[in-house]
């Protein structure tokens, strides 16, 4: 097709605002998708998104539509809203001429709807401002539309009013699409440059790898060569999404498709490579994606020590189809072989934890999460922490650096207040304050990452009703007064508990660990002390009790003496027992110490997120 009547484009929008209705809309208004086939988040084919009712992937969609008699064809990339699949949004942008900003015409601007706007201001995108949820009775699409202008800097007079609900206004928005975003610019006859932007692992199939065709042109049947890598294959299949694949033979400059070609090893494919033809012109690799930042690390140990390769497979081919996670293996002296693995955040991590349940079948232990530190030695050389084992003794080091979070908070109004004390009692940072319109306000702190991964985005939501939004980005590391509390069982210290946190909280944290521990592990023939220690210093400790056999009960009155003799040599024997007994600790302990900190920090500061 002429490049000059195809569009590229993306919707974004805060978590809930309504963009995967939209997209099932458009794929109604243009019949794209059969009655008897439609449903309800039809681009949201992964169970887990269908469950939770959020977009976790990306998905691209190749749409038809009519404009003053002529076809034109529409490529959607369908994006998440949430915060952590941040980078999700970034790779489609990439894709696109230009995006729909939505906004829930009742709630108005969030978080999120800020931070992607900026980054299709940054891509150079042409945005389109659109008001969903007119349908409601208490839209408010004046007011909006003036928060948009305040907030992003984006004339909204002209902003589309829609209802994805009850369709009304899409097609508006579909010819608006076609009227207010520029074509594609690749020529179809330069040499070939496509961009890889995502891939999925099938098992009959091997990769398919999704692409945006920037030049030339990409047939069945060409040898194509990846550039990163170097490896050539044959395009075996090439089709676009209709939205299921569909073969079209042919993809050219700006064409948004798939392209399969046996490929079995998860290596050979990475995303933001650049594919072109193996015997034809020279080109330049396009600029690909920048590696993701991690914001949050956890290590996962397989139950059974046999799935340990297992395991690695799984990560393997989710790290596949999501480019935002890595791992890397790890020893525990208490759980064994398993891998650290980065997220972007709390629900990111959540995603593929039940992902690898669901999908891979897998058993596994996940141990808290914790961010990256940094520690300075004394040549002024830096260094990053994962996790709290990696942290050397406080006299390797100068300093130890926490990561610093820029947070964004809009709320209404009445909640200025409590949620000042909410980043007051997080260690937060007050930066300013910003008003975007009568009711509505934004709050900008620097907190602590490590504040926000536990409970920080549930007493937003719990305090301001549900009506907070957070967006949150990493600025830099700061020095504080961080510890490193040890967990010690039996006098034998527990890595996998370990956990770096600021002074202050050391205590009340350290003995909830223990208090959770005691309930746990069960009873030995010898007496098991549970300890909290920051360096060599005990702060809290709590003792598991012997199991006793009354030695006693055959001494029916008599001699006192002969009773204490009999306990004496019991007591002996616990000694003895006690110096060279081990504890076994059930995974039941670690879950329950792992699984939430509800219960070990004090009032202001509880519970994982």
């Not at 995006?99 to 945005?127: F, K, R």
């Not at 948009?148 to 909204?156: F, H, K």
């Not at 940094?374 to 650096?401: C, R, V, W, Y």
């Not at 030695?551 to 003895?576: H, M, N, P």
Request: proline share 4%.
């Amino acid at each position: 097709m002429d490049p000059k009547h195809i569009r590229n484009f993306s919707i974004i929008a805060h978590i809930d605002h309504g963009k995967s209705t939209l997209a099932d809309r458009m794929l109604e208004v243009t019949g794209s998708v059969e009655k008897r086939d439609m449903r309800a988040q039809i681009l949201d084919d992964m169970e887990l998104e269908r469950e939770r009712g959020i977009t976790i992937k990306a998905r691209a969609v190749t749409i038809f539509h009519e404009y003053k008699g002529e076809k034109y064809q529409l490529n959607l990339i369908d994006t998440p809203g949430h915060v952590d699949f941040h980078y999700e949004v970034e790779k489609s942008l990439q894709a696109c001429e230009g995006a729909l900003l939505l906004v829930d015409a009742a709630q108005g601007v969030a978080a999120q709807t800020v931070a992607n706007a900026y980054l299709a201001v940054e891509g150079d995108l042409a945005i389109v401002p659109v008001l969903n949820k007119l349908d409601l009775v208490h839209a408010r699409p004046d007011e909006v539309a003036q928060e948009i202008e305040t907030s992003i800097g984006i004339d909204a007079t002209d902003a589309l009013p829609v209802s994805a609900k009850t369709g009304m206004g899409v097609k508006e928005v579909l010819d608006a699409v076609i009227e207010r975003m520029p074509a594609p610019d690749g020529d179809p006859e330069a040499p070939l440059q496509a961009l890889i932007f995502d891939a999925v692992y099938d098992e009959f199939r091997g990769i398919i790898v999704y692409l945006r065709v920037v030049a030339g042109t990409i047939a069945k049947g060409d040898k194509i060569v990846m550039m990163g890598s170097g490896k050539v294959f044959d395009a075996v299949e090439v089709g676009a999404f209709r939205p299921k694949m569909t073969k079209t033979g042919v993809l050219s400059a700006g064409e948004v498709g798939y392209f399969i070609s046996n490929i079995k090893a998860l290596g050979d494919v990475k995303v933001g490579d650049t594919m072109t033809h193996s015997k034809g012109p020279e080109v330049e690799m396009l600029p690909g994606y920048r590696e993701p930042t991690h914001m949050v690390y956890a290590d996962f140990y397989p139950t059974a020590a046999g799935d340990f390769e297992s395991l690695r497979e799984a990560l393997e081919t989710l790290c596949l189809s999501d480019s935002s996670l890595c791992f890397e293996p790890v020893t525990s002296d208490a759980l064994g072989f398993g891998f650290r693995c980065g997220f972007l955040g709390l629900l990111h991590m959540e995603i593929v934890q039940q992902r690898l349940e669901r999908e891979h079948d897998m058993d596994m232990i996940q141990t808290a999460p914790t961010v990256t530190y940094m520690i300075e030695l004394a040549n002024g050389t830096q260094q990053e922490i994962h996790s709290p084992g990696q942290l050397p003794e406080p006299d390797k080091f100068e300093k130890l650096l926490e990561p610093i979070a820029r947070v964004t908070i809009l709320i209404p109004d009445e909640y200025v207040g409590v949620m000042m004390q909410i980043c007051n009692d997080h260690r937060g940072i007050y930066v300013r304050q910003e008003y975007l319109s009568e009711t509505r306000v934004q709050l900008t702190y620097d907190v602590p990452l490590a504040e926000i991964i536990y409970d920080f985005y549930d007493k937003l939501k719990s305090s301001t009703r549900g009506y907070g939004t957070l967006n949150y980005e990493l600025t830099g590391f700061k020095q504080d007064e961080l510890v490193k509390l040890r967990i010690l069982v039996n006098r034998d210290e527990v890595d996998a508990l370990s956990s770096i946190i600021h002074k202050d909280q050391a205590e009340v944290r350290g003995r909830g660990v223990i208090k959770k521990l005691r309930k746990e592990i069960p009873r030995h023939m010898f007496e098991v002390p549970l300890q909290a220690a920051v360096g060599s210093r005990i702060i809290a400790r709590e003792s598991i009790a012997a199991l006793r056999k009354d030695v006693t009960a055959k001494c029916y009155g008599g001699d006192i003496s002969r009773k204490r003799k009999l306990l004496e040599k019991q007591k002996a024997g616990k000694r003895r027992m006690r110096q060279i007994g081990s504890v076994e600790i059930p995974q039941k302990a670690f879950l329950s110490v792992l699984g939430s900190t509800a219960d070990s920090k004090p009032s202001g500061k509880s519970g994982g997120k």
